[in-house]
Structure formats: structure tokens, C-alpha cells
């Protein structure tokens, strides 16, 4: 499969606990997306990456999220201190920068639960 | 930051008749504005997109439609299949350094037999 994949694809943690998510792009893919799905809603954008380098952060990304993507490659993304309102789809999508906007791949997604 | 509005979120046609979704948005340096589908439990596939040097673009049974001015935009799809059936989502890009995508709420499309 050369699409964009996740991992895991399912979470469930305790409210207070950390968890960590990881997507891998398509592997020619330079730029990397972060964004949340609720139920009936439209996915909200998070963060992207160019490489290594995190350009875009929404106001929706608290101190308690952070994104890394060491080398260019996978990235993680990590939630400290769940909390009951962090139960949504983290979804990763990847494009490749040419000049002009560029469809973004999505994943599959990882449902996480803070019970 | 951008605002992106979705109308209806709930549509409802005949098989083989055509079903058009509405958007609109804030941001008049939004530059780019793709349409997705999203089957239950899939990820969004991307069906069309327009940039906004361009007024209209189709492929097969699928257009879409931008107006600069109004800052709006529409997908029509015509002679619906029940393959159609699904959740649709128009989004907006800000551009000028910004790549992130602001989403619509979503479109519930059924295609009745």
C-alpha cells in the first residue's frame, strides 16, 4: 500500500494519560497535515510540516498538543493530558509542494476515546 | 482566519437527477478550493478542485464552479448513482504561506432509488 497510513488506528486512554499517534506519508510526499474530525463535522487543520520544519500551527493546537517530524519522514503527533473533549479522528494527510496548491492524501485516521 | 459555510447539510435526490452543494467563503486570498468525499468510516478522497484563476471545471458527471467575487462556490453532479451517496466537504486554502485547509461542515448526500 502507497498510500498514507496511521498508527494505531484506535485509542482509548483515561483522561489525564499521554498518548502518541504516528503517520507515515507518501513516501515522495514533503509536506505533511495534522487535522481533528468530530462526528458531523468537517476535519479542522492543526499543523502541516515542510520536511523537517513546522510552518503552520492552528490556534486549536493547545500546549497540550505537539507535533514532530524529525527527519522529514514520519511524523508523530502527542497529547498530553487527555481530556474528555480530545475524543475525535486525528487524521494525517500528506502533499507534495510544486509551486502551486497540491492535493492532500488523507489517512485512514486514529479514533481516539479519553474515557 | 478563513470561514467556510456548507449548504444544505442534508440533500436528497432521485437517481439520475443532479444534486448541487453550495459553499462560501471569507478570506478573498483564498486561492484554492478542493471538494471531498467521505464514505462512512473512510478517509476524505478528493473528487475535484479549482484554483482560483479559473471559473469552472468538470470531469464526467462532476463540476465545480467559483465566483471570486461573491466568494463562492459550488459542486453539481449530475445523473447521481447510488454510488454518489455519501458525505461531502468543500474546503478553502488561504495561501501566502498558509497550507492548511479550512473545511465546510459537510454535505449528507442520499440518493434515493
Known amino acids: 500500500d502507497t498510500g498514507v497510513s496511521q498508527d494505531p488506528r484506535h485509542k482509548i486512554t483515561k483522561r489525564g494519560q499521554n498518548v502518541t499517534f504516528r503517520c507515515d506519508p507518501i513516501?515522495?510526499?514533503?509536506?505533511l497535515y495534522w487535522y481533528r474530525q468530530t462526528l458531523g463535522q468537517g476535519p479542522e487543520f492543526l499543523t502541516y510540516?515542510?520536511?523537517?520544519?513546522?510552518?503552520?500551527k492552528s490556534r486549536l493546537l493547545s500546549d497540550r498538543f505537539s507535533a514532530e517530524r524529525p527527519k522529514g519522514s514520519f511524523s508523530t503527533l502527542e497529547i498530553q493530558r487527555t481530556e474528555q473533549g480530545d475524543s475525535a479522528m486525528y487524521l494525517c494527510?500528506?502533499?507534495?509542494?510544486?509551486?502551486?496548491?497540491?492535493?492532500?492524501?488523507f489517512g485512514p485516521g486514529t479514533r481516539l476515546t479519553v474515557l | 482566519g478563513e470561514n467556510v459555510e456548507q449548504h444544505p447539510s442534508t440533500l436528497s435526490v432521485q437517481e439520475g437527477d443532479s444534486a448541487v452543494i453550495k459553499c462560501t467563503y471569507s478570506?478573498?486570498?483564498?486561492?484554492?478550493f478542493p471538494w471531498y468525499k467521505q464514505e462512512l468510516g473512510k478517509r476524505p478522497q478528493l473528487i475535484i478542485d479549482?484554483?482560483?484563476?479559473?471559473g469552472e471545471k468538470k470531469d464526467q458527471r462532476i463540476a465545480v464552479t467559483l465566483n471570486k467575487t461573491a466568494k463562492h462556490f459550488s459542486l453539481h453532479i449530475t445523473e447521481t448513482q447510488p454510488e454518489d451517496s455519501a458525505v461531502y466537504f468543500c474546503?478553502?486554502?488561504?495561501?501566502?504561506?498558509?497550507?492548511?485547509?479550512?473545511f465546510g461542515k459537510g454535505t449528507h448526500l442520499i440518493i434515493q432509488p
Open positions: 510540516f515542510q520536511n523537517e520544519a513546522q510552518l503552520e
Open positions: 478570506d478573498s486570498a483564498s486561492n484554492y
Open positions: 479549482i484554483r482560483s484563476n479559473v
Open positions: 513516501s515522495e510526499h514533503n509536506r
Open positions: 474546503a478553502a486554502r488561504t495561501g501566502g504561506g498558509a497550507d492548511g485547509l479550512t
Open positions: 494527510a500528506s502533499s507534495f509542494l510544486a509551486g502551486t496548491p497540491n492535493e492532500q492524501f
